[in-house]
């Protein structure tokens, strides 16, 4: 098992360009997150989805757009990147508690991202 | 508004020398409080979830504690591996699949 895995791990845009980040997962998980984290913020969310096809607004979802066509991956959309979308970005999993699954978000590894 | 508060935001240790993280937090009807331990440059990994005011869970060197307004994570007889940064983070009733993190408390051990 692979676990959560997330590509690219770096990426550096120029203001306006676009890009998307991928996350996939393997442990048929039901629920995917976006989160970014700078410095003195912590984790914020930025969209989320409890299914496939399904996608729902976290706590700062301006300026991006998702989609989960395939129930293990979940994909993050920059559409013109600003230097205020510089940051880490962190893609998570977890399973339906009601399958009896533990109450556990597995995260991946990250993509760090600049925006000049 | 829900909130998780770290505190504090760094702490230095010497090995061996005891310590707790706080994690305050206003969450409406909480539904569990996670610690998680993330490394540089890589994603948070889970270690505790704490569901009602007097539970307690181990591992290793860590115990995570619940009250009704807090949670701590006692370091006991800390290695230099422990160094990390510790996030706590609350599940709401508002918002069933929804996490609330605290900034975190880098925690750094010297031998």
């Known amino acids: 098992n692979a676990g959560v895995t997330q590509t690219p791990k770096f990426r550096v845009l120029k203001t306006g360009q676009s890009m998307t980040l991928l996350c996939a997962q393997d442990?048929?998980?039901?629920?995917m997150y976006w989160y970014r984290q700078d410095p003195g913020m912590g984790l914020r969310l930025i969209h989320y989805?409890?299914?496939?096809?399904?996608?729902a607004k976290g706590e700062v979802p301006d300026g991006y757009n998702v989609s989960r066509l395939k129930k293990q991956n979940f994909l993050l959309g920059l559409e013109s990147a600003a230097p205020s979308q510089t940051s880490v970005y962190f893609c998570?999993?977890?399973?339906?508690?009601?399958?009896?699954?533990?109450?556990?978000?597995?995260f991946g590894p990250g993509t760090r991202l600049t925006v000049l | 508004e829900d909130q998780v508060t770290q505190s504090p935001e760094a702490l230095r240790l010497q090995e061996g020398e005891s310590s707790s993280l706080n994690c305050s937090y206003t969450?409406?009807?909480?539904?569990?409080l996670f610690w998680y331990r993330q490394d540089p440059g890589k994603g948070p990994e889970f270690l505790f979830t704490?569901?009602?005011a007097g539970e307690e869970k181990e591992k290793e060197r860590l115990k995570a504690t619940l009250t009704k307004k807090e949670s701590f994570l006692h370091i006991t007889a800390p290695k230099p591996e422990d160094s990390a940064t510790y996030l706590c983070a609350g599940r709401s009733e508002r918002g069933t699949y929804k996490y609330i993190f605290g900034t975190g408390t880098r925690l750094k051990v010297l031998a």
């Open positions: 704490l569901y009602s």
């Open positions: 442990m048929n998980h039901e629920y």
């Open positions: 998570a999993s977890r399973n339906d508690l009601t399958s009896g699954s533990p109450d556990t978000q597995y």
């Open positions: 969450v409406s009807g909480l539904r569990g």
């Open positions: 989805s409890v299914g496939e096809g399904t996608t």
